[in-house]
């Protein structure tokens, strides 16, 4: 059964610093990992999408890199801003079916 | 373009009352759908999908059930019930393409049981 580790559980970090985020999974039969975006009280806002046969997605200030050897994937959000606090959620697509972490809660303090 | 519409935002209900909640797709044709738990400092837990009217599997066995009346209509249900079942209730719908597949959430319905 896939494992979906996110680490930090909760990160804060000031105004202008580039913001780390980590999800590790135990099987790399994967279709593809999708990243979201989870405000308080909301939804979910996909952020990026990589599928199974790419390395890495960007848009705008946000990158996300897949490593399936080791089972691990990062989403790089550079200079950081009060409005990317939220929590950060990786899932992993096997044929339809999203295996979520946990999240990462992220406060950015101005 | 798509949306995906939940309601009710929210809801309280005592233990041993009915649920029904609903949500609706526009926009697209034929979406897989899925019904989602999002438990107070958890994470989210897939609890039905379908892939067509009538065409509904469960993920995990609880007090709760669903229905596919039409093609973009899903509800989520309960005869009964219980403490446990509270939560944040999220629906999605996904499409999959030639070399990717997304899915996209509604805003929520946040359940108390009381």
């Known amino acids: 059964k896939q494992e979906v580790t996110q680490i930090p559980a909760a990160l804060s970090v000031p105004e202008g610093e580039n913001l780390v985020l980590n999800c590790s999974f135990t099987?790399?039969?994967?279709?593809?990992l999708q990243w979201f975006r989870q405000d308080p009280g909301k939804g979910l806002t996909s952020l990026l999408l990589?599928?199974?046969?790419?390395r890495e997605q960007t848009s705008g200030r946000l990158n996300a890199s897949l490593d399936k050897s080791s089972g691990r994937s990062t989403l790089y959000i550079a200079a950081s801003q009060p409005g990317d606090s939220a929590t950060y959620l990786c899932?992993?697509?096997?044929?339809?079916?999203?295996?979520f972490g946990a999240g990462t809660q992220v406060v950015v303090t101005p | 373009s798509q949306t995906i519409h939940q309601w009710p935002a929210t809801l309280v209900q005592p233990v041993g009352s009915p649920l029904s909640l609903e949500c609706t797709v526009e926009?697209?044709?034929?979406?897989?759908l899925y019904w989602y738990r999002q438990a107070a400092g958890r994470g989210l837990q897939l609890l039905f999908y379908?892939?067509?009217?009538?065409?509904i599997s469960s993920e995990v066995p609880q007090n709760l059930s669903a229905s596919r009346p039409q093609d973009r209509q899903f509800i989520l249900s309960s005869k009964k019930l219980l403490l446990s079942d509270s939560g944040f209730y999220l629906c999605?719908?996904?499409?999959?393409?030639?070399?990717?597949?997304?899915?996209?959430f509604g805003p929520g319905t946040r359940l108390t049981v009381t």
């Open positions: 379908s892939i067509g009217i009538d065409q």
């Open positions: 999605a719908w996904g499409v999959r393409g030639l070399t990717s597949y997304e899915q996209y």
């Open positions: 099987d790399s039969a994967i279709y593809n």
């Open positions: 899932a992993l697509d096997s044929w339809g079916k999203l295996q």
């Open positions: 926009g697209t044709s034929n979406p897989n």
């Open positions: 990589i599928q199974s046969s790419q």
